[in-house]
């Protein structure tokens, strides 16, 4: 079963350090979504790719965050510099858009990230 | 805007009694409803979809939800717990605008007890 790839799945760092989190969606689907999940509440969108297209970014802290998916495929989330308030797991999921799985987002296992 | 409320943070039931999670939202649209099971340290997996078809959907391991829009809830059902059905379970509500980024709630914790 096809399935969607995060490395890495563990990160600990100390505060004003940069962190990076890989997401590599099933292939085809054209939608990619990053969303961070703070212990103990459900998954907060972060942004939404449409092939290498932002589609919406608005809950993405673009002071400290970034996000890029240059060919279309894969997709890099930034952070600089960490903040003790960053520590969370971040979920990338992807779509296809089309079949009888159009609406169905698809998970990765998630990286948690500990900030210190 | 879409937003789902889910009442109650933690739910516990004995093994083989019946589970009831629930959900209710809120959308401008006709919604496309979902519920997703989080293990521990997991990403999240689906369990079952609402997409305006039948109102009653069943879904994986034996849940199933019912889709009530004069209540504007969706909650999710199982006849039977099993101790594997011990996790996180999250409703999300997708508006149908062509965006279908998911809405989710804050959570409900099954403990399932022996």
């Known amino acids: 079963e096809a399935e969607v790839a995060q490395s890495p799945r563990y990160k600990i760092t100390e505060k004003s350090q940069a962190v990076a989190f890989w997401c590599d969606p099933i292939?085809?689907?054209?939608?990619l979504y990053w969303y961070r999940q703070i212990l103990g509440q459900g998954p907060e969108l972060l942004v939404q790719f449409q092939d290498e297209s932002v589609v919406d970014d608005s809950q993405l802290p673009k002071d400290r965050f970034s996000a890029e998916r240059l060919k279309g495929v894969d997709s890099t989330l930034k952070i600089q510099p960490a903040e003790l308030g960053d520590s969370a797991m971040y979920l990338c999921?992807?779509?296809?858009?089309?079949?009888?799985?159009?609406?169905?987002?698809?998970f990765g296992a998630g990286s948690r990230l500990t900030v210190l | 805007a879409q937003s789902v409320t889910q009442l109650g943070s933690h739910v516990s039931v004995s093994e083989g009694a019946l589970v009831l999670l629930r959900c209710n939202y809120s959308s401008s649209v006709p919604p496309y409803l979902f519920w997703y099971v989080q293990y521990p340290n997991q990403g999240l997996q689906l369990l079952l979809k609402?997409?305006?078809?039948?109102?009653l959907v069943k879904g994986i391991n034996g849940f199933e939800a019912e889709f009530k829009k004069s209540e504007t809830s969706f909650h999710l059902t199982k006849p039977s717990a099993h101790m594997s059905d011990a996790a996180e379970y999250f409703c999300a509500v997708s508006g149908d605008t062509g965006r279908r980024a998911l809405t989710f709630g804050s959570g409900t914790r099954l403990q399932v007890q022996p």
């Open positions: 999921a992807s779509r296809s858009g089309q079949g009888n799985g159009a609406n169905v987002l698809t």
């Open positions: 609402y997409t305006s078809a039948a109102t």
């Open positions: 292939s085809g689907h054209a939608t």
